[in-house]
């Protein structure tokens, strides 16, 4: 629950206008929460104030840093976005854990509805369980792609099974899954919450790109690992679902241009 330093605030009421809870008021020149309204944590009485004098006792404060002012352009920035590419290219350099750690934050502080925070993250490092969670998600994606052939998906099935005989061939050979990258991050959530987890895991891939990392996303994996219990007690998933599948590693390609996109199809009203 927010608390307020009595001794800093100065009742401007900027925590006022901004709670979108309606829970403060300023009351005898100084911010206090109503009674019996309901607080969702959400911060913004902290960013706001111009004197800091909010706090929420649960979280770590020390994290709260005052805004930059020298922040990118919006062209500069959409730059950045139009550069970032898909990569499948890995070397075998290892990914620090402060780049990870970084990647990690990018998510958690990504928007959340109802400011619930229900994302969470498993990190694999480890090759033996990357090639036994491969194999497992393999094996699924094999079986879907049976009902594949000869239907308008055929050509993709036919990928999938594939991509499921060169791992039978050699599991340490050819891998169009996981492309041998050094780390895998699997971004968790509640099944209701996937867009929470959607959202963060697009914010992890910028934060990819900053870091001169390469990243994609494997939703071939996702579908394979659906619903496979021993993925599921390898990971300590739980109740949880995998929303989305981060393959991470130093690119082991350079990117030269930005690529082309259709036409964005707007409408203004």
Not at 227 to 233: K, P, Q, S, T, Y
Request: charged share 25%.
């Amino acid at each position: 629950m927010i608390t307020f330093d009595h001794n800093k605030c100065i009742g401007c009421g900027s925590c006022v206008k901004d709670c979108f809870k309606r829970i403060i008021e300023v009351k005898d020149g100084k911010a206090s929460l109503v009674p019996g309204g309901t607080c969702i944590e959400c911060g913004h009485c902290i960013a706001v104030c111009p004197v800091d004098a909010v706090s929420l006792p649960e979280y770590p404060m020390e994290e709260v840093q005052p805004v930059l002012k020298d922040m990118p352009s919006g062209e500069t920035f959409l730059h950045f976005i139009k550069s970032r590419r898909a990569v499948r290219q890995f070397t075998a350099e290892p990914v620090s854990d402060e780049q990870i750690s970084r990647i990690i934050d990018a998510g958690r502080y990504c928007p959340t509805a109802k400011n619930a925070q229900p994302v969470s993250y498993v990190v694999i490092r480890d090759k033996a369980v990357q090639t036994k969670i491969r194999g497992l998600s393999l094996v699924k994606l094999n079986e879907m792609a049976q009902d594949m052939l000869g239907t308008e998906a055929d050509s993709r099935g036919r990928s999938l099974i594939e991509m499921y005989e060169e791992f039978c061939k050699d599991e340490n050979g050819v891998d169009r899954l996981f492309f041998h990258a050094p780390v895998i991050v699997l971004v968790l959530s509640p099944a209701e919450a996937v867009r929470d987890a959607a959202a963060a895991a697009q914010c992890m891939e910028l934060q990819c790109a900053a870091e001169g990392l390469g990243m994609l996303f494997s939703g071939y994996f996702c579908a394979g690992a659906a619903g496979n219990e021993e993925i599921a007690d390898i990971i300590g998933l739980g109740d949880r679902t995998i929303a989305r599948c981060l393959v991470i590693g130093h690119p082991d390609v350079k990117f030269r241009r930005t690529a082309p996109r259709k036409k964005a199809e707007v409408t203004y009203i």
